[in-house]
């Protein structure tokens, strides 16, 4: 078996701030994602990550950034933090880069910019 | 809108009971996935179904896929507190799963 570990679990920022999030897999899994889950809107994709240093835009990627330094390690970075945002975003992993593979999620940041 | 999408926001059954979710998709599909996500916690999948399969069964857990209607369902029997959750139909689009808005499912004793 194998673990998604987030960081932190729960991030306060303020207006305007730049805040990273991290996510580690040790399924030794090829592709990674970040996706953002609002209340009432299901989940949204953010960004993926195929291999190593490979970076692939998902719809909602405005207003982030993503780095895959390492096949363990997917880190996201919201630019500038918009008052009010309230959401919890989600990394996951898969084994592949197909497309009938399952899908393991970490348990989620949840983020409030005050 | 939703690539896919599930059909009732929110369905409540006492234990011991059965349960099922719908889910209506818009595109052609290799495979449906149905995910449950407790609070707290990150989606897990449950059961995926490809497209050559009608039903897929994982313990108390039954999927059923018609390709024509473009619709699935997750059925729960013997339903449990514990199975309270949010489940959800996703399909792959571009390299991302692509979920619907979920149906939470609340079972009590």
């Known amino acids: 078996g194998g673990i998604i570990t987030q960081t932190p679990k729960f991030l306060i920022g303020q207006e305007g701030q730049k805040l990273t999030l991290k996510c580690q897999q040790n399924?030794?899994?090829?592709?990674m994602y970040w996706y953002r889950q609002d209340s009432g809107k299901g989940l949204r994709l953010i960004y993926y990550?195929?291999?190593?240093?490979?970076?692939q835009k998902g719809d909602l990627s405005e207003g982030y950034d993503a780095s895959r330094e390492k096949k363990s390690s997917f880190s996201l970075t919201v630019t500038s933090a918009q008052k009010n945002e309230m959401a919890v975003f989600l990394c996951?992993?898969?084994?592949?880069?197909?497309?009938?593979?399952?899908?393991?999620f970490g348990p989620g940041t949840r983020l409030l910019v005050l | 809108s939703q690539l896919a999408e599930e059909n009732s926001w929110a369905l409540s059954v006492h234990e011991g009971e059965s349960v099922t979710v719908n889910c209506s998709y818009k595109?052609?599909?290799?495979?449906l996935q149905w995910y449950r996500q407790k609070s707290g916690k990150g989606p897990a999948q449950l059961i995926l179904?490809?497209?050559?399969?009608r039903e897929k069964r994982n313990g108390r857990l039954r999927a059923t896929l018609d390709t024509s209607s473009q619709s699935s369902s997750l059925s729960i029997t013997a339903t449990r507190c514990e199975d309270t959750a949010v489940y959800f139909c996703a399909t792959y689009y571009a390299q991302g799963l692509t979920f619907g808005l979920g149906t939470r499912v609340s079972v009590f004793p």
């Open positions: 399924f030794n899994h090829d592709t």
């Open positions: 595109t052609s599909i290799t495979a």
């Open positions: 990550s195929i291999t190593e240093n490979d970076l």
């Open positions: 179904i490809r497209s050559n399969e």
């Open positions: 996951a992993s898969h084994r592949g880069t197909g497309n009938q593979d399952t899908q393991y």
